[in-house]
């Protein structure tokens, strides 16, 4: 069983920076890929960015491309989402999840999501 766990939202001013974690059980995380996704209130859950297993391939989202920066640390099961630039519409509730791709059915486990909150 894969528990991923999200932590590191918070409320920020426009133009600040966060940094997301998503923090992994088991034994097994070097082995596979992990993605960001976030949902606004209202809104579809969509494709943030993804890294693969040994964090040497990526993929983002090209609306956050450039303000959005996912890594990895296999030695402490965790993957990072570091956010700058923040705007409002970056608000949402981000999750993280096992898998690799821009759909959300490419992904079976996913965490319990952190809110994040831009004000303007």
């Known amino acids: 069983q894969v528990q991923l766990v999200e932590s590191g939202g918070g409320l920020v001013q426009a133009g600040g920076s966060l940094r997301l974690s998503c923090a992994a059980s088991?034994?097994?995380?070097?082995?596979?890929?992990v993605g960001w996704f976030r949902q606004a209130p209202g809104k579809e859950r969509e494709f943030v960015a993804a890294?693969?297993?040994?964090?040497?391939?990526?993929l983002h989202a090209g609306t956050m491309k450039g303000r959005f920066t996912i890594s990895r640390d296999n030695a402490k099961n965790t993957v990072y989402l570091q956010m700058s630039s923040l705007k409002p519409e970056d608000t949402a509730v981000y999750y993280c999840?096992?898998?690799?791709?821009?759909?959300?059915?490419?992904?079976?486990?996913w965490g319990q999501g952190t809110q994040v909150t831009v004000s303007s």
């Open positions: 890294i693969d297993q040994s964090g040497g391939n990526t």
């Open positions: 088991g034994r097994t995380f070097s082995r596979y890929a």
């Open positions: 999840a096992r898998g690799w791709g821009t759909s959300r059915g490419d992904y079976d486990y």
